[in-house]
């Protein structure tokens, strides 16, 4: 799950309530903090949370007794989303909003 050689998109709603740059954290998160230390489902969870007005990306998953913590310099905006969900269905990883993911 979540090979980085893989296609990655965001979808319009994830696009249209936060920046690339945080878009990109998610996906380095993944990479170099997630993949390969934990065994990863293939829908993840990340909580934005306020930190100090800064943005703090938490990451837990059912089953696992750890969760993590990532803390960003970037400035934590009121319109951003609670969660965040990564979605890898075997050839496309996709991050998108939750409320996208119960449309189909």
Request: charged letters at 25%; proline letters at 4%; hydrophobic letters at 40%.
């Amino acid at each position: 799950m979540f090979d980085a050689q893989h296609s990655r998109f965001a979808t319009f709603g994830v696009i249209s309530k936060i920046p690339g740059e945080l878009i990109d954290r998610v996906w380095f998160i993944i990479d170099n903090d997630l993949r390969g230390l934990v065994p990863l489902d293939n829908l993840l969870k990340f909580k934005l949370i306020n930190n100090g007005g800064s943005v703090s990306i938490h990451f837990s998953q059912q089953g696992l007794d750890t969760a993590m913590a990532f803390d960003q310099d970037i400035e934590y905006q009121d319109g951003y989303p609670d969660m965040l969900l990564a979605y890898d269905d075997g050839d496309i990883q996709t991050i998108l909003l939750p409320e996208e993911a119960n449309e189909h």
